[in-house]
């Protein structure tokens, strides 16, 4: 059998040689000869002679596979034949049989006697014979040619088996090569590689190989420039020659061909034809003045360049859509660029590539037969270069391919593109490109690239209907829309974060299949915009200026959207929304701008919002009258913060509302009528009050009619409650009633020169604290007081902190106690049911009523007077070394503590001043012997007070009708008749 070797054949089985006889030797001379001459007959050769010269051939060596002669083989060493057919089977190349004719593979016997037997072990080892070092030229691939010997005759089989560069090289057969060519400029400049040669029995030799690189002298020779002349010129160019020309010297029957490139430099307006020009490398025109080159006899011209030009430039009769044109250096150029292509000679789908850099408000135009692609490449290079073409114009197109640009760089195509576009792909355009597809009639697929894209669409047939596919790729990306006809547009979108939309006609827009919006504007619109099925991802809509008034709807799917809503109305005049529904949002921000006003009438929301904020952003008012569907609204915001001002009429669904805050600035004012009432706010937890408004529109800065949150055991339990008035501010605050179950804390701080106008609070149970304090004002409201409690109060009331003004307090029903700490300024306080702690901090004039008893009234810190009107039965009054004058009433059994004699004064009411007529003293064991006393000395006429000191407590009767017996008395802890005296008894009068 035969075995392959390097694509040849090699016998397995052993092959023997014999010696033959001089007999056999002949006779086999003869067969040679005579195959070899009827071969040569049969190829149309001269057999005599080929049978003469095999004959007289040296020896013969036959070759038996097996035990059978299957060949007899020619002294050369280079041929044999087939012991059947007679015909030459097989050559012998480097010394070694190889397959030929029949496909016997047989060994030569180089004429030596050797038997070179398979089976034989003495073989001997090839050798490389090639050199170990070469040197090429940088830039080329081919090394060299590797060669070998082997002693035996075997096939040799050269491979690359190591070295340090082993990786930079390949090894086809013999011949060495580069992967890349070398550089010698790379600073790589020598290279090694181990190569082996193998013999196929075993046999191997190895050598190191140096590869030098040599350095070239790679300076391009200087380009020739060739200039036209004024006649006919027939020029061939080399590579690098320029051939150039202007009006004058670009003459019919000019003929420019080869590899350079010829530039053009006309001015004034021209027809120019009849040039030949022929496998340039490119065609360079820059014009003035208009221009048209007829270029029916330019053929192989892979680029034609036009720059520089100002005004219409016409490459008319086009041959090749092949040309790559490239626009570049119009800056400031409004001329129109056309391309006009043969129709017979671009016939079929034809497919035009033209760049573009540095063109400004010029226009392109491409006709000729249906040129269906257009691949545009933006080519501009800075940004302050941006190109900006003024219409693009294609005979047929379908498709428009953008490619190229720079991020941050802008492009434009300012009017639209043609209607019959139906595929538009900038998907890997990284300009910021500004396109528009206004009078598409076919459906059409949109893809842009990275940049921050803008795409207008109009209202065509085309644009953002159903069967249109939008997609803004990276960047943000803007989509315009106008809707001039009603109906319903349903798009499919992606990668638009910005929708830009005009209802100039009753249309809606279904938003099911567009994802990634952020941005709705709504610009100044004549129809009423409806937007449904709007994804999450919408979270600002703008609307702007004059709007339709009649029933405009925003819808969100239902996906948690928390948005803002913001109307900027700088239109001239007042603008107003008549049935408003906001419908499918989580949480939204209704906010107002500009200088003009803004209304809402009707505001329909739903029951999935938590977060409403009612917002004032510049000069304008924000009105908004009757609000429907709070009563999913947790958390109500609403503030102004510049000078416009904001008033809502009633919000009466809070069923949910958990925190409630109001802020004004202080320009911009804020009027709320009532808060609850149909639903009331009984979840309700805090309240922030933040005004710092002066009154200009409204009568007080910031005002809130009413909150109802419930009156009852079931009614909110509010934790905080907060009131801030700032300096010079006003503020009126539930002045037709504050309903809670109760209040845990509330502070009031009231800043310089503010004033607080505080109505009546409802509270089912008593609150924990009240804490008044600051430079502010405390103005009466319900019945001549600051603070009106209807019902219960708070335990703890603590108004000392309060600089420039008294309180005047009234505790209707209260049941439970209160400790009431007064102001210095002199309080008015209605104690209610009695059980009350009072302390008046030394106010000046104090008035206390109270209508209760069982109360404690502590008059300290330096007041001068303290009136109080129908003490209680078991009140209790602390002096506390301070002088006070005291009006206790009428009813007994009433104590003052920490009286001081000489310093502080006790009257009764219509009690005359104390004197030496009508006022006597004693000493008593006990209250019925001082009563006894009081009663017989009260019998005397004049006599009015009577002064009665039992051990270290005294009693102080007083006989208000004249009638000889005491009719009230209080209770004087440390007073003694040595201390105590009718000094002491001031007029009860007030």
């Known amino acids: 059998m035969a075995k392959e070797v390097g694509g040849q054949s090699e016998m397995n089985a052993p092959i023997r040689d014999t010696k033959t006889s001089e007999q056999d030797l002949l006779l086999k001379k003869k067969l040679v000869a005579d195959v070899t001459a009827a071969e040569t007959e049969a190829r149309g050769g001269d057999a005599d002679v080929a049978a003469n010269t095999a004959a007289q051939s040296a020896e013969v060596t036959t070759a038996v596979a097996g035990g059978l002669e299957v060949a007899s083989v020619g002294v050369d060493g280079e041929s044999a034949s087939d012991a059947d057919s007679g015909f030459p089977t097989w050559a012998v190349v480097g010394g070694a049989a190889v397959v030929a004719g029949a496909g016997i593979a047989l060994a030569s016997d180089n004429n030596d006697n050797n038997n070179n037997n398979n089976n034989n072990n003495d073989n001997t080892d090839p050798t490389i014979t090639s050199a170990s070092t070469f040197a090429v030229d ?14 035996d005759g075997d096939v040799l089989t050269f491979s690359i088996v190591g070295g340090a560069d082993a990786n930079a090289f390949v090894l086809n057969g013999q011949t060495l090569s580069f992967i890349n060519a070398p550089d010698f400029e790379s600073g790589k400049t020598s290279y090694t590689v181990q190569v082996q040669v193998e013999d196929g029995n ?43 020309g202007d009006e004058t010297t670009l ?13 053009l430099s006309l001015t004034g307006a021209g027809v120019f034809s009849g040039q030949t020009v022929s496998n340039v490398n490119g065609v360079e025109v820059s014009s003035v003045g208009g221009l048209d080159l007829l270029a ?94 003024g219409m693009l114009d294609v005979t047929g197109i379908s498709t428009l391919n953008i490619t190229g640009g720079s991020a941050g760089f802008g492009f434009e195509i300012t009017d639209a593109l043609n209607a019959g576009l139906d595929v538009l792909d900038a998907s890997t355009a990284a300009s910021d490109l500004t396109l528009s597809i206004e009078d598409s009639v076919e459906a059409i697929d949109v893809a842009l690239g990275s940049g921050d894209d803008v795409l207008f669409t109009g ?25 001039d006809t009603d109906g319903t547009r349903h798009p499919v979108s992606t990668g638009f974060e910005h929708f830009d939309l005009t209802f100039n006609n009753d249309a809606k827009l279904d938003m099911g299949e567009v994802d990634d919006v952020q941005t709705i504007t709504i610009e100044e619109s004549a129809a009423h915009f409806e937007i449904v099925d709007m994804d999450s991802t919408v979270d600002f809509i703008h609307i702007i200026g004059q709007q339709a008034f009649e029933d405009q709807e925003l819808r969100w799917d239902g996906t948690g959207a928390d948005a803002e809503i913001l109307w900027t109305n700088d239109s001239g005049a007042s603008a107003a929304f008549n049935n408003f529904l906001v419908l499918g949002a989580e949480k939204l921000v209704f906010a107002t701008d500009g200088d003009d006003d803004v209304y809402f009438n009707y505001l329909y929301l739903d029951g999935g919002l938590t977060d409403l904020t009612f917002e004032v952003r510049d000069n304008g008012d924000f009105y908004v009258y009757d609000t429907y569907g709070t009563y999913g609204v947790e958390n109500l915001t609403i503030q102004t913060l510049d000078s416009g001002d904001f008033y809502i009429d009633d919000i009466y669904y809070l069923d949910s509302l958990v925190n409630l805050t109001v802020m004004s600035s202080e320009a911009g004012e804020i009027r709320i009528e009532d808060l609850g009432g149909t639903g009331n706010a009984r979840e309700l937890e ?102 009106y ?49 009072v302390v008046g901090n030394g106010g000046y004039a104090d008035l206390v009523y109270d209508a209760g008893g069982n109360n404690v009234f502590v008059m300290s810190g330096g007041a001068s007077e303290v009136y109080m009107f129908g003490v209680g039965y078991n009140d209790f009054v602390q002096m506390d070394g301070t002088s006070i004058l005291l009006d206790p009433g009428s009813v007994f059994n009433d104590y003052i503590g920490g009286f001081e004699p000489n310093f502080d004064q006790v009257a009764f009411t219509g009690g005359p001043e104390g004197s030496i007529a009508n006022y006597q003293e004693g000493a008593a064991a006990n209250y019925a012997a001082a009563l006894a006393q009081a009663d017989a000395a009260l019998n005397g006429a004049g006599d009015v007070y009577y002064f009665a000191e039992v051990g270290g407590t005294s009693y102080l009767f007083y006989d208000q009708d004249s009638d000889g017996n005491s009719d009230v008395y209080v209770e004087i802890v440390g007073a003694t008749q040595a201390n105590f005296g009718f000094d002491d008894i001031a007029p009860g009068t007030l």
């Open 202 to 244: 075993g046999g191997t030799a190895t050598q190191t190989i140096t590869v030098n690189v040599n350095d070239v002298d790679e300076t391009p020779p200087p380009d020739v420039t060739k200039t036209l002349t004024t006649g006919v010129d027939v020029i061939q160019m080399n590579p690098g020659d320029v051939v150039s």
């Open 686 to 787: 805090t309240v922030t009050i933040i005004a710092n408004a002066t009154a200009n529109q409204f009568v007080y800065g910031t005002s809130i009619r009413s909150l109802d949150a419930g009156f009852d055991s079931f009614g909110a339990s509010i934790s905080t409650f907060t009131v801030e008035v700032g300096d010079d501010a006003e503020a009126s605050l539930f002045y037709a009633g504050l309903y809670v179950q109760d209040i845990s804390d509330m502070t009031i701080s009231l800043q310089q020169d503010s004033d607080l106008y505080f109505g009546a609070i409802y509270m089912y149970d008593s609150g924990d604290e009240l804490v008044v304090s600051g430079q502010g004002y405390l103005n009466n409201v319900v019945g001549g007081y600051d603070f």
């Open 459 to 483: 209202d065509t047939m085309g644009p953002l209907a159903e069967q249109d596919t939008f997609d803004g790729g990276a960047g943000y990306d803007t989509l315009f829309a106008t809707f």
């Open 138 to 151: 940088e830039n080329t691939t081919s090394v060299g040619t590797l060669t070998g010997a082997d002693a």
């Open 296 to 389: 029916s006899k330019w053929t192989g011209v892979p680029t034609i360049t036009i720059f520089n030009s100002k005004d219409d430039v016409t490459l008319s009769d086009l041959q090749s859509t092949g040309t790559n044109f490239v626009l570049e250096d119009h800056v400031d150029a409004t001329g129109v660029i056309t391309l006009n292509f043969d129709a017979q000679a671009t016939a079929g789908a034809t497919e035009v590539d033209v760049s573009v850099s540095e063109i400004q408000d010029g226009g392109l135009v491409l006709n000729g037969g249906a040129i269906e692609t257009l691949n545009l490449e933006i080519a501009d290079a800075a940004a302050n270069a941006a190109s900006t073409l």
């Open 251 to 263: 003459t019919s029957g000019d003929k420019i061909s080869g590899p350079g490139l010829l530039s």
């Open 789 to 837: 409690f209807a019902a219960e109060a708070f335990d703890t009331m603590d108004f000392s902190g309060l600089t420039n003004d008294g309180v005047d307090l009234y505790f209707a029903t209260a049941t439970a106690g209160s400790d009431v700490y007064g102001t210095a300024n002199g309080d008015f306080i209605y104690s209610g049911l009695g059980n009350d702690l």
